[in-house]
């Protein structure tokens, strides 16, 4: 499946998309009904070889027909030959970064003349190697870098608060901020 963006045409440019006129509908109906506020996102893994333990495909979106390769990091043992986990968490927060700063722009109607997301994830491999139990196995640091530039003229105010609302909204950056219960269960007739 071809990942690639469209193209934009000069006429699909230069439409406007508005994002207060999307919410609108939405904001009303949560406030009705706030049960429908709720989502759930979904994604999982396949492989053609459950016994390849360096190799597999990851299908975000229930139904998309997106299939992401997916590798085991070098420092591992893997081969590093695709994106691996880690590199998908930091895609998963680079892209709700540049996607809540996009919206909330769009709300402010700040024109974004650039914007690219940067992330970055250090972690000291010998906790997941089980090799030391004073290392933990996870992340020790992540961090985004934020090149942005708007229009010419634009008040910095304005820009501290797009910045503000950008953050306060991105729901994977405040999840990493504040986990959730992470509850894994083990289906199979020998694993109950």
Known sequence: MNLALPTPTKASMMETVSIQERQRPLRARYKTEPGAAWVTDYARTRSSDPRDPLHFIV????GSGVQLPVGVHGAVGGLHDAPCP????????AACQDSSI???AN???VELASLTVEVTAEVDVRGA???DPQVPVGFQTLRCDVHLSAQEGT???LLAKLRMGAERCCVVLQT???PPTVQTVFHGADLS
């Open 59 to 62: 299908e975000p979106k229930q």
């Open 86 to 93: 880690g590199d998908i968490l930091c895609a998963a927060l």
């Open 102 to 104: 996009r919206m909330v």
């Open 107 to 109: 709300l402010l109607g």
């Open 129 to 131: 190697l089980g090799m």
């Open 155 to 157: 008040p910095p105010e």
């Open 176 to 178: 990493l901020r504040q």
